[in-house]
């Protein structure tokens, strides 16, 4: 599995977005600002995640973008998704040749199925809210929820 640089910048996008949630659309040329992406890029990637209804876009001088839904429910899996398409790609299609060894080649791609659950299981119960919980902590602003 590779995260190329649209999957580490998208992700970024949203987190700062998932950051200001709740204080209206934000301009993608701040998200550049802050996020140093280029900011042409930036929007190729802000276009993807509409597409993805991870984000909703608003025109005008006061438009920007936002998150489609609140942060606790959009996953790193579904923006990782959205973005790079399945992270481990069932691979059963690969051999053009028959092989001797039917049971080495499923036993190989067994791993590669319980290393693609494990690592969506994981990306899956990481939220947006998560980063931003994570953010806070990390800076010493913890909010307790009851």
Not at 72 to 94: F, K, Y
Request: hydrophobic share 35%; glycine share 8%.
């Amino acid at each position: 599995m590779r995260i190329s640089s649209k999957g580490e910048y998208g992700l970024r996008a949203l987190f700062d977005l998932a950051q200001r949630y709740g204080e209206g659309p934000i301009q993608s040329h701040d998200i550049h600002q802050r996020q140093g992406i280029d900011e042409n890029y930036l929007n190729q990637i802000l276009i993807l995640l509409r597409k993805a209804s991870l984000i909703e876009s608003v025109r005008g001088p006061q438009g920007g973008h936002r998150l489609a839904r609140p942060p606790a429910q959009i996953s790193l899996l579904e923006v990782l998704t959205a973005l790079e398409g399945p992270l481990l790609p069932d691979e059963a299609g690969r051999d053009s040749v028959a092989s001797s060894e039917p049971l080495d080649r499923d036993l190989v791609r067994d791993v590669w199925s319980g290393a693609r659950d494990t690592l969506e299981e994981y990306l899956r119960g990481i939220s947006l809210e998560d980063l931003c919980q994570r953010k806070r902590r990390k800076i010493g602003e913890v909010m307790y929820y009851i």
